[in-house]
């Protein structure tokens, strides 16, 4: 596993964004995994940036999002397929029938978790699948106990996820305890994975995910086995790991390493 360690939220987007674009720079039509929440919006607005600025195109690129409400149809405001149209897919040249999320109102939502999965596969597999981490070790809706090479499937929330995410929903509103997640499986067949973090609040989870045991109780450790992840965090975010200063080192020492054979 890799360890970015940058000094804020804003540096860890701009570092996510790069490595998206130039992802998409050397192969126009890959396919990308997407993510939700309040940690990549920074880094989306940065893609949209790139696009108007054009310097790059996502005209030929795919996407598949991990997860998704379940009980939600893509044009509930509260749904994970209207927060990536609204904060990416309308303002950039994807076409709308690459992009993909689980369908929240599938008439048979169990199907609907094997055809996301074969979906994938036909489409040749994700080439980069952003992530980011819950407070609790999650990726994807894959909560605390999820098995380590599990498939898209239906999970339900816990109890800390519900009340994380119940700022997005109004006191009234109906705020689904169940969704469809790509499983932790799914997301470790991802050629490369990068993961977001930010803030002190995942400071616990970050610790447990690159220095705690290979295990289902952080499911984020399962990164630890991916040839290809890297942990993209914020100072805050990297408070609690014990050997910080050994992973700039180590950084340090890589970026020195491709500097010289570029030269
Ligand atoms: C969202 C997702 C979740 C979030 C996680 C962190 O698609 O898969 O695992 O990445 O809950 O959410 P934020 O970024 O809001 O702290």
Redo the contacts with the bound molecule.
Sequence with gaps: MQIVILENAEAVATHGANVIIQKIKQKPDAVLG????????ALYRKLIEAKRSGDVSFLRSRSF???EYLGLPGDHPQS?RYFMQENLFNHIDIEPGNTHVPPGNAANPLKACEEYDELIETTGGIDLQL?????NG?????EPSSGLTSRTRVKTLTPA?IE??ARFFGADEFQPHLSI?MGIGTIMDSRKIIL????D??ADAIRATVEGPLSASCPASALQMHKKAVLIIDEAAAAHLEHKEFYKHIERENQKLLQSLKQ
């Design positions: 997407l993510a939700t929440g309040s940690t990549p919006l999002n991990l997860d994970y992530l980011g981490i819950g407070r999650h990726i994807g809706f894959n996820t994380d995410n997640t977001l973090a930010t803030g609040s995942k």
